[in-house]
């Protein structure tokens, strides 16, 4: 069965955007950008909310973005290539290839799809990853904690959850990024 995989930034108070709803703290380095290709490149299937998807689904809707950099064209490939599953009541319609809209988050789909899946599939956007916490769907964690205090905003992870972690990894990126990579305890 493919593992669920939350992998999200986070600050180091542990928010993934502050008051305002901003996350420009996040802006990625060389080594960061080539960091977060290798993990999710080999994922078959992300698991978005609305806010997520509209901020990621820039690395197709905008050229652009991808003529940065080899770095920013080998993200944005990686992306392209992954099927995406968008949890959403307000979104009309998706705006990217190989994207599908559910209107309400179901575990016994996502359990179904992470039993027929041949590859991971990631989750990312916290209301819809703390569903997934709740329902005992997600497998591992991987966060990335910037070198910033935002004070407060939304939480990267879930309150009113508790959960044993098992950490299986952890690296310094250059950028004073921190990657800590759990496995959930059983």
């Not at 990621?56 to 995406?84: I, R």
């Not at 991971?120 to 904690?145: K, M, N, R, S, Y």
């Amino acid at each position: 069965m493919a593992k669920l995989i939350y992998v999200t930034n986070v600050s180091l108070d542990g928010y993934i955007e502050d008051e305002h709803g901003r996350f420009d703290w996040t802006p990625p380095s060389d080594d960061y950008l080539a960091f977060i290709t290798d993990l999710v490149r080999p994922m078959g299937t992300y698991l978005y909310g609305r806010r997520l998807y509209e901020s990621m689904s820039l690395w197709e809707t905008d050229p652009a973005l991808a003529a940065h950099s080899k770095l920013t064209a080998d993200f944005a490939d990686v992306w392209q290539a992954a099927d995406k599953v968008v949890y959403s009541t307000s979104l009309d319609a998706t705006s990217t290839a190989k994207t599908r809209l559910e209107r309400s988050f179901d575990p016994a789909s996502v359990r179904a799809m992470k039993a027929s899946a041949t590859s991971d599939l990631t989750i990312g956007g916290a209301h819809l990853a703390t569903q997934a916490f709740q329902a005992g769907l997600v497998d591992e964690c991987h966060l990335l904690i910037h070198p910033i205090l935002t004070g407060g905003g939304k939480p990267g992870l879930p309150s009113g959850t508790r959960l044993g972690l098992e950490l299986l990894d952890s690296r310094r990126l250059s950028s004073g990024v921190v990657h800590l990579h759990y496995r959930i305890r059983a």
